[in-house]
């Protein structure tokens, strides 16, 4: 399971986003992914680009649309 995606560089809205300065609970601490998640915003705010990442591994093929995207995810290896 996913637990976080660390970094995003070069993909559409993100560019040097971080996940654990950027994706913080009221504690201040990084949130993790859940088995079940919503992700909800704005248009233009990166929904579309996250989905693009799950297909790219589901694919195991960058989107040929963009000049060298870049993703790292942490996984949890306690599936």
């Given at each position: 399971?996913?637990k976080?995606?660390?970094?995003?560089?070069?993909?559409?809205?993100?560019?040097?986003?971080?996940?654990?300065?950027?994706?913080?609970?009221?504690?201040?601490?990084?949130?993790?992914?859940?088995?079940?998640?919503?992700?909800?915003?704005?248009?233009?705010?990166?929904?579309?680009?996250?989905?693009?990442?799950?297909?790219?591994?589901?694919?195991?093929?960058?989107?040929?649309?963009?000049?060298?995207?870049?993703?790292?995810?942490?996984l949890d290896?306690?599936?």
């Open positions: 399971m996913i976080i995606i660390k970094s995003i560089n070069s993909f559409t809205v993100f560019n040097s986003f971080h996940w654990d300065s950027s994706v913080i609970g009221a504690d201040g601490r990084p949130i993790t992914f859940e088995k079940i998640n919503i992700i909800y915003g704005r248009n233009y705010s990166g929904k579309t680009t996250l989905s693009r990442i799950m297909q790219s591994l589901e694919t195991q093929v960058l989107p040929e649309k963009y000049d060298n995207p870049q993703f790292e995810l942490l290896d306690n599936l």
